[in-house]
């Protein structure tokens, strides 16, 4: 069983900084893809940013070039690095493991982006 366990969320204005941590339980957190998904009042859970095993990276059109997403396997943690912050970028964002078909969820750190 892998516990996640997000921080790093809060209150922040319009094109400033918020960074995400999430740190993983258990000892397969290296040999993971680790994601971060958001989820905004309304709307389903989408994904914002991946990072495979071996560092590769991906981001859907909406956040590239604004979140960087990397990873400490020595501290069994995952960042998200999000700059120039949007209102469209409020919702919970969760972190998510995944190895082969397992699928691991934390419980969220809710980020508020006010205009």
């Known amino acids: 069983q892998v516990q996640l366990v997000e921080s790093g969320g809060g209150l922040v204005q319009t094109g400033g900084s918020l960074r995400l941590s999430c740190t993983a339980s258990?000892?397969?957190?290296?040999?993971?893809?680790m994601n971060w998904y958001r989820q905004a009042p309304g709307k389903q859970r989408e994904l914002v940013a991946a990072?495979?095993?071996?560092?590769?990276?991906n981001y859907p059109d909406s956040v590239k070039g604004r979140f960087t997403i990397s990873r400490d396997n020595a501290k069994n943690t995952v960042y998200l690095q999000m700059n120039n912050l949007k209102p469209e970028d409020t919702g919970v964002y969760y972190c998510?493991?995944?190895?082969?078909?397992?699928?691991?969820w934390g419980k969220g750190t809710l980020v508020t982006v006010s205009s």
């Open positions: 990072i495979t095993s071996g560092g590769i990276t």
């Open positions: 998510n493991l995944e190895w082969g078909t397992i699928r691991y």
């Open positions: 258990g000892t397969i957190f290296s040999l993971a893809a």
